[in-house]
């Protein structure tokens, strides 16, 4: 190897490290959020977002996507009114880690296949989400100014309600345990 070539192999190695950077950004959801038929109230869908140093985090009402989750066969989603960003997540700085609610699921009347509740089934299905599955695309700018991506899958459980039995039982339970 001569003078010239060792010259450059130490100016350029180096550029090529820094252009290569690795992300501190990561993404992940709960990847099934279990919730009843006629649940009242908001279904969180829990994820943790992490930003590393020299990272901008883009709020998601600027740049980000959300694919609702369907079931497979589509007769019924989580399409109607109540779906939305989480306020906690929307308020966030953007610096270090989230921990908690990052969207918003609701079940009523405006849903695809409510008919006095949600049909029971997992859904989990959207051709247009990440990987072909309900889905989450944040966007960040990367340390070295360059705008990236990061997608993550979810699911909901619609479970039925626990009948009269199940909750006796469960009081059962709770009983025996205080005698002890």
Known sequence: MTFRSTLA??????????????????????PVTT??????????????????AGEVFY??????????????SFTAGFNGPGQTW??????????????GAIYNHSINAGNLGYSGGMPLGLYAT???????GSGIILHYLDANGVDQSSAANYAINVVPTPGPAAVLAL?????????R
């Not at 989480?86 to 921990?99: C, E, K, Q, R, S």
């Open 9 to 30: 192999v130490a100016v350029l190695a180096p550029l090529a490290l820094a252009s290569h950077h690795a992300s501190a950004f990561t993404f992940t959801l709960t």
């Open 35 to 52: 919730t009843t038929s006629n649940f009242a109230g908001t279904i969180a869908i829990n994820g943790v977002v992490s930003m590393g």
């Open 59 to 72: 709020s998601p009402l600027v740049m980000s996507s959300v694919s609702l989750p369907f079931k497979s």
């Open 86 to 99: 989480d306020p906690a997540f929307l308020a966030w700085n953007g610096i270090g880690t989230y921990t």
């Open 126 to 132: 959207n051709p247009l989400g990440p990987s072909g």
């Open 171 to 179: 009081g059962s339970l709770v009983a025996l345990r205080r005698r």
